[in-house]
Each structure stands twice: as structure tokens, then as C-alpha cells.
């Protein structure tokens, strides 16, 4: 069974619930999840994992220093998750307040690692984006978001 991080930092608690929701649509996929706030996860438990889905909320218009702090750490494990599954996603105060470019952020730090990144045609291009609490909107887009990463990730070696 394949067995995927989702890593997420929430003040406010949007973030979290994006992560909950993630998780559970994994599980129901037939993928292990661990679900843990950035803070929480050893990171020498990253080489582990298939996969990760990393979640901030937006701060003037990039990820939390807590995530930033984990992908710093990460680099400890730089070309040792190569080829692992990468997704990213983010809530934010406002439409054009930066959500994507939290995204986008996330992934870049991982195509540094050498990671396989998603985008998407019919959600945010670079992972779902929530203004303010999750709503339906973006319940139907972390559903598209998994069936795609589960497929994928089912792929893989």
C-alpha cells in the first residue's frame, strides 16, 4: 500500500480542515495517510513516504515561515525523495491575495528535490485554493485533486 505525508501549518484552522479533508479522500483511495502539522513530523521519516501534500495558509503571497522551516530541513534528504508525488495547497483571505503563488512555492522547492509535481487544467493550476473556509467549491476541487495524485501515485515504481 502506498503510503503519503500530508503536511500542513494552520492558524486560523482552514488550512487544517483542507488537510483533514484531503486525508480522508485519500483513505478512501486505499493510500496510508499521515496526517501532521509541519511541526510535528520527524524529518527523517520523509525518505518513508511515496508522497507528500504540503498545505500552508498565504502569507503576503508565500507559505508560512513553519513550512518553510520543514522544507529547509528537508534539504537533509536532497536527492534521497527524488521521484516522490508532490501536490501543494493553501488558503487565503481573498481572491488575488498571493494563493497560487503559495502553491507554486511549495512546488518549486520540490522540484528542486527532484520530486514529481501535479498541476492541474480544471482547479487552481497548482493545487486547490480556499478563500477563507472550505466550501463546496473546494470539497469538489481536493476530490479531483486526489482522484488525480491516487492515480498517479498508483503508477509509480
Given at each position: ?9 494552520s ?56 513550512v ?10 536532497y ?9 501543494a ?27 514529481l509535481?501535479l ?39
Amino acid at each position: 500500500m502506498k503510503k503519503v505525508l500530508v503536511a500542513y501549518y494552520s492558524r486560523s484552522g482552514n488550512t487544517e480542515k483542507m488537510a483533514k479533508m484531503i486525508a480522508d479522500e485519500l483513505s478512501q483511495k486505499n493510500i496510508s495517510v499521515d496526517l501532521k502539522r509541519v511541526e510535528e513530523i520527524e524529518i527523517d521519516s520523509l525518505p518513508n513516504y511515496d508522497g507528500y501534500i504540503i498545505g500552508s495558509p498565504n502569507y503576503f503571497g508565500t507559505m508560512a515561515a513553519e513550512v518553510k522551516k520543514f522544507i529547509d530541513e528537508s534539504v537533509k534528504y536532497y536527492r534521497k525523495i527524488e521521484g516522490k508525488l508532490v501536490a501543494a495547497f493553501t488558503s487565503t483571505g481573498m481572491i488575488g491575495g498571493g494563493g497560487e503563488t503559495v502553491c507554486l512555492d511549495i512546488l518549486k522547492a520540490f522540484l528542486i528535490h527532484g520530486c514529481l509535481c501535479l498541476g492541474f487544467t480544471r482547479l487552481g493550476h497548482y493545487g486547490p485554493v480556499s478563500i477563507g473556509k472550505p466550501d463546496e467549491r473546494v470539497s469538489k476541487e481536493i476530490k479531483e485533486m486526489v482522484n488525480k495524485y491516487a492515480e498517479i501515485l498508483n503508477i509509480l515504481r
